[in-house]
C-alpha cells in the first residue's frame, strides 16, 4: 500500500512538465536536464534519508553527522547535475540567447538556490518519518496506557471479590448457631453468586440484565439473617433495556447499606432503587445509618473507595456519584452513561 502511494506520487510530480505543456512542443533534451535528472536526484536523496539516514543520524540524536552527510550529498548532486549538462547536454549551453549586456545570476544566488531545492526533499523525509515516528510512539503509549489500565481494573475487580466473599462469610457465621438451615442455604445461594463472579465477570461488560439477577439473588441472601425490625424494599426495571455495563459496579453500595444499614435493637428500612433512562442508569439506596463501633471488624472498608477508582478508569466524565447522611439517613446517587 505504501508503495503505491509513494509510486503514484511520483507519477504525479513526473507528469507536471506534460500536464504544464499540453499542445505546446517538448524540448526534450531541457525536460531532461532540468528537470528529469534533477527529479531523479531529489528522489535519490529523499529515499537515502527516509530509509537510512534520518534513523541511523537524527533519530540517534547525531544531528552535526546528519547534516554533514546531506550537505555533502547535495553538493555531490549538484556537481553531478552540472557535469552531466555540460557533458551531455552542452546544446543547450550553446543555443542559449547571447546578450552582452545581459549577466547570469550570481554565484552564490546560483549555489544558494540549488541548495535549497535539494534540502526540500530533505525536509520532506524529515517531516514524514517524524509524523510517522509520532504516530507510532502515540499508539505505543496507548498500547501501555490501556494495558496500564486493565492490569488496575484486574488489581481492583481481584481486590472486590475476596472482599465480597469476605463480607458474605461472616454473615454465614452469624446465623450459624442462630439458624442452622438458613446458614445451609446462605452457602448454597452463596455459590450461585461466587459462580457469577468467577465466570461472568471477567469481560468489560455485561448485559444489565444479568447484573440485575446478580443483585436480587444477593439481596435475598442478605435479607435471610434480618430480624424482623428492618425492612428492604428493592426496585429494579421489569423489563431491563439493552444496556451493558462494567460488572460488580453496585454491589459494594448495597453491601454498604446492609452494613451499617441495620441494628439489633432498633427499626431501620434500606430502599434500592434502579432505574433506567435511554443509554444511562441511575441507582439510588438510602438506608438509617448505624454507625460500627470501632471494635467491629466485619467487612474491611475497601468497598467504597474501590468502587470511585472504578467508576474513575471506566467512566470519567460519564458517571456522577454522590453519598450524603441527612437526618440519620444515608443516601447514595449513582449515575453511569453508558
Known amino acids: 500500500m505504501i508503495f503505491v502511494q509513494h509510486l503514484l506520487i511520483w507519477l504525479v510530480l513526473f507528469s507536471i512538465p506534460f500536464v504544464l505543456s499540453y499542445g505546446q512542443d517538448l524540448d526534450n533534451n531541457r525536460l531532461i536536464a ?36 546531506n550537505l555533502g550529498l547535495i553538493g555531490l548532486f549538484i556537481l553531478l547535475k552540472e557535469f552531466i549538462e555540460a557533458n551531455y ?22 549555489l544558494y538556490v540549488q541548495m535549497l531545492s535539494y534540502a526540500a526533499p530533505v525536509l520532506f523525509s524529515i517531516a514524514i518519518k517524524s509524523t510517522k515516528r509520532w504516530v507510532k510512539t502515540e499508539a505505543e503509549k496507548k498500547e501501555a496506557d490501556n494495558f496500564k489500565l486493565q492490569t488496575e481494573l484486574q488489581h481492583l475487580r481481584y481486590q472486590l471479590q475476596p472482599h465480597f466473599f469476605f463480607n458474605s462469610l461472616n454473615n454465614i457465621y452469624s446465623l450459624v448457631d442462630i439458624s442452622p438451615d438458613k446458614a445451609k442455604s446462605t452457602i448454597h445461594s452463596l455459590g450461585k453468586l461466587m459462580r457469577y463472579l468467577l465466570y461472568e465477570t471477567s469481560t468489560e461488560l455485561v448485559p444489565l440484565s444479568k447484573e440485575i439477577e446478580f ?18 424494599e428493592s426496585s429494579f426495571p421489569i423489563s431491563e433495556p439493552n444496556l451493558k455495563i462494567s460488572p460488580l459496579l453496585f454491589i459494594s453500595l448495597i453491601e454498604n447499606a446492609f452494613k451499617h444499614g441495620v441494628s439489633a435493637s432498633k427499626e431501620s428500612v434500606i430502599s434500592i432503587d ?61 449515575k453511569i452513561e453508558t
Open 34 to 69: 532540468h528537470f528529469l535528472i534533477p527529479m531523479f536526484f531529489y528522489a535519490m536523496i529523499f529515499y537515502l534519508n527516509f530509509f537510512v539516514i534520518i534513523d541511523k543520524f537524527l533519530f540517534s540524536k547525531k544531528t552535526l553527522a546528519f547534516i554533514i552527510i
Open 215 to 232: 443483585m436480587r439473588k444477593y439481596i435475598e441472601l442478605m435479607k435471610l439473617r434480618l430480624t424482623d425490625k428492618t425492612t428492604v
Open 89 to 110: 547536454f552542452a546544446d543547450l549551453i550553446k543555443n542559449r540567447p547571447q546578450d552582452e549586456n545581459r549577466e547570469g545570476p550570481p554565484f552564490k544566488l546560483f
Open 274 to 334: 434502579m432505574i433506567t433512562k435511554e443509554n444511562s442508569v441511575i441507582f439510588q439506596i438510602e438506608n438509617y445509618n448505624f454507625p460500627k463501633q470501632i471494635s467491629d471488624k466485619s467487612g474491611s472498608g475497601i468497598g467504597l473507595p474501590n468502587l470511585e477508582k472504578r467508576l474513575e478508569l471506566l467512566y470519567p466524565s460519564k458517571h456522577q456519584f454522590q453519598q450524603k447522611i441527612k437526618d440519620g439517613i444515608y443516601s447514595v446517587y449513582l
